[in-house]
């Protein structure tokens, strides 16, 4: 166990709908990471918010945002879904500052039909 | 593209022989990396990690190497066990423009009894 919760562990919704994805990091990590594992791809950074600000951005599409909040929960809302929005996405948090490893949730999986 | 490469899709070890997983990295601002390891349907667990200011580092049956001058790293497994079997991602992160870790594609690793 990461320490790092993810709900809902499963999800399946309809194109053109709009789903939030929730991550609570580890105690006293103020990093939050958010990922995207698409079938048989490797790990597409999308998000970084470090104790509630945007730190870092990656891949992400202008219909997916994120935020975290001041308990340092992190949520995840991807709108208008497409078929090709289906994977699983990760949630991670590390500590203070560099070099600190990252742990991992077990994941939402986002089945879009 | 891709900042961090792992160019074997997969790799098949004997059980008792060494694994070796490689990974390449372009962005020469890269200076911690960390390699995990993934099984189905859960989220990728932390392995073992190196700065830039060492080529080495060992734990235990893993040991990793890095190469700064060839911007290559690698991933042993000594003596290699079936229960090792999974894909293994390589990551590096940079302390400049935010912390985020880049994942390369992975590498499925099949260890034969």
């Known amino acids: 166990d990461s320490g790092v919760t993810q709900t809902p562990k499963h999800l399946i919704t309809a194109t053109g709908q709009r789903v939030t994805l929730r991550c609570s990091p580890r105690s006293g990590d103020l990093s939050v990471y958010w990922y995207q594992q698409s079938l048989d791809q490797g790990l597409q950074f999308l998000i970084q918010?470090?104790?509630?600000?945007?730190?870092a951005k990656g891949n992400i599409l202008e219909r997916f945002s994120a935020q975290q909040f001041p308990d340092l929960h992190s949520e995840l809302n991807l709108s208008s879904l497409e078929l090709g929005d289906s994977a699983l996405y990760f949630c991670?948090?590390?500590?203070?500052?560099?070099?600190?490893?990252?742990?991992f949730g077990e994941g939402s999986w986002l089945t879009v039909v | 593209d891709q900042q961090v490469k792992q160019n074997s899709p997969s790799l098949s070890v004997q059980e008792g022989r060494i694994s070796i997983l490689n990974c390449d990295y372009t962005?020469?601002?890269?200076?911690?990396f960390l390699w995990y390891k993934k099984y189905p349907a859960e989220g990728p667990t932390f392995l073992i990690s190196?700065?830039?200011?060492?080529d080495k580092n060992e734990d235990g049956r893993f040991t990793v190497f890095l190469n700064k001058s060839a911007k290559h790293l690698s991933l042993h497994i000594v003596p290699s066990q079936p229960g090792d079997s999974a894909v293994y991602f390589c990551a590096a992160s940079a302390n400049t423009g935010g912390f985020k870790t880049i994942f390369g594609a992975g590498t499925r690793l099949f260890v034969k009894a």
């Open positions: 991670a948090s590390s500590g203070r500052g560099f070099g600190n490893t990252i742990y």
């Open positions: 962005n020469s601002m890269f200076d911690y």
């Open positions: 190196i700065s830039s200011i060492k």
């Open positions: 918010y470090y104790n509630g600000e945007e730190r």
